[in-house]
């Protein structure tokens, strides 16, 4: 059911507030540093080489080893999102207010330019970017990421926002964790695994923004429809361009 709230501009620069977009911000440059960290480590390695077995499960341990951690560091300042796709999810569902969920917004595609950037500064390689596999149709890449997309927002929902979780909530980071890994390694060899507009970079930009936000529709709330356009315009124009170039776009959009 949408409970949508535009939410007061007071609220939103709340000491409270600013506080979560804080939190949103180091912990999405922490995950993000560490995941495509990782992938650029394995390069260095291999001098190159392409990912193999061994380096999809180095990479598929590091994303969810390194999103439990920051899920759990800002789980109580801000709910932990760390992901514009379950930023939309959790403010259409009124978790959130609409104007909050923006600054989370600008908040998580800062820390993935940040880190993005430090990333390139320390190794001075260049930055990994997602892809559809050799063989692999545009369709069947964004059905791929629908479909593990759904997976991670609906387990967001039902571990860490559904009111009638329970104990569940205390194992919400290890869950969200678990699945986001367990994701990369069924569908890194063939989308990427991106599950996230904010993270991933790639010359397929329906693949990274149309598939996450879709993947939130069919995750029982398809009442979101109507936001499709407005989400995939938005997150299309900032997360595909170059990252060196995301934190003016997020500024001027938002």
């Known amino acids: 059911m949408v409970k949508l709230a535009f939410g007061s501009v007071g609220d939103s620069f709340s000491v409270s507030s600013l506080k979560s977009y804080l939190a949103e911000f180091i912990a999405t440059l922490l995950f993000v540093f560490a995941g495509v960290g990782s992938a650029i480590a394995y390069g260095k390695l291999t001098s190159g080489a392409a990912l193999g077995p061994a380096g999809l499960v180095a990479v598929a341990i590091a994303h969810a080893l390194a999103l439990f951690v920051g899920v759990s560091m800002a789980a109580n300042v801000s709910g932990g999102h760390l992901n514009p796709a379950v930023t939309l999810g959790l403010a259409i569902g009124g978790h959130i207010t609409i104007l909050t969920g923006i600054f989370y917004w600008i908040a998580q595609l800062l820390g993935s330019t940040v880190a993005c950037l430090l990333l390139k500064f320390v190794t001075s390689a260049a930055v990994p970017t997602h892809g559809v596999a050799a063989g692999m149709g545009e369709i069947e890449g964004v059905v791929m990421e629908i479909i593990i997309t759904f997976a991670l927002v609906y387990i967001v929902y039902a571990t860490a926002a559904d009111p009638k979780k329970g104990s569940l909530g205390t194992i919400a980071p290890i869950a969200i964790g678990f699945i986001v890994g367990a994701n990369i390694l069924a569908a890194g060899p063939f989308s990427g695994g991106s599950m996230n507009p904010n993270g991933a970079p790639s010359p397929w930009p329906e693949l990274v ?45 938002f």
């Open 209 to 253: 923004v149309i598939s996450p936000v879709t993947g939130f529709i069919g995750s029982g709330h398809s009442s979101a429809a109507p936001l499709l356009g407005f989400s995939t315009e938005m997150s299309s124009l900032v997360a595909m361009r170059p990252f060196q170039l995301r934190i003016i776009l997020s500024l001027v959009l």
